[in-house]
């Protein structure tokens, strides 16, 4: 008796498993095209929160961020010593132009993982979509603030590396904190946020929390008596 049933639970588990693979790999291509459509909406928190950002942390170094569609250009109140060609008398200060898309790509698969969960209340899918957006708007701005300062410290010549290492900041830490940012948050907090909302129904299906009771057994004597 409790091998059929551990049977059954086995197959109810492979099907749930095998329904999340085949949901995902139909989902995550339409929400892929959703985000890129939808990028320029998607941004505008990011543009204000990194200006917020800017203001507090170092207001007589950044003037204000603007958006061109995805892009985000932050204008800086760096004058840089060395004249450009076709410049003449004008002044001019460095700007950064950022993809935060290069950050945010968590959100389609955040949201392709969580419309593929079977069985979910639809009040639940939309709370945890909306706080996987929060959390991809939190990512965009801390990518998009280290590749600008990356930048600004790498490339944007001798007078804006030197604007920045007087914030305190070293070129090891900027280096480390950019590489962090760009090649490992946006690709690991999105999936761990998922995996911890949807805790119990990953331990369900793998077996390691199965707290759900699936009345396999009494399923099983129904048929019995029949």
């Known amino acids: 008796m409790s091998e059929e049933i551990k049977s059954n639970e086995e197959d109810y588990h492979k099907g749930v498993i ?5 949901s995902t790999a139909l989902f995550l291509p339409l929400c892929f095209f959703i985000w890129f459509y939808a990028a320029g909406l998607l ?3 990011v543009k204000y929160l990194l200006q917020f950002v800017l203001s507090i942390w170092q207001p007589d170094l950044f003037n204000a961020v603007t958006q061109n569609q995805f892009m985000l250009n932050i204008e800086t109140l760096i004058f840089p010593s060395t004249a450009f060609a076709g410049q003449g008398d004008k002044l001019a200060v460095l700007d950064v132009a950022v993809n935060p898309m290069l950050y945010g ?3 389609a698969v955040v949201t392709g993982l ?5 069985e979910m209340k639809k ?3 939309i709370l945890q979509i909306v706080f ?7 990512i965009q701005t801390f990518g998009s603030f280290w590749e600008m300062i990356k930048h600004l410290a790498f490339e944007g010549g001798p007078d804006a590396q030197q604007a920045i290492l007087d914030t305190g900041l ?3 830490v900027i280096a480390l904190m950019y590489q962090m940012s760009y090649l490992i ?14 805790s119990e129904f990953i331990g369900e299906i793998t077996g390691l929390k199965a707290t759900t009771n699936r009345n396999f057994d009494d399923k099983m004597m129904s048929d019995k008596q029949e």
Do not use: D, E, Q, T
């Open 185 to 198: 948050i946006p690709a690991v907090i999105p999936i761990a946020y998922w995996i911890i909302i949807n």
């Open 105 to 107: 790509y968590g959100l």
């Open 170 to 172: 070293g070129m090891n």
């Open 132 to 138: 996987g957006y929060v959390l991809i708007i939190f």
């Open 43 to 45: 941004i505008i928190p």
């Open 114 to 118: 969580v419309i593929s969960i079977p």
């Open 18 to 22: 095998k329904h999340l693979l085949l």
């Open 123 to 125: 009040s639940k899918r």
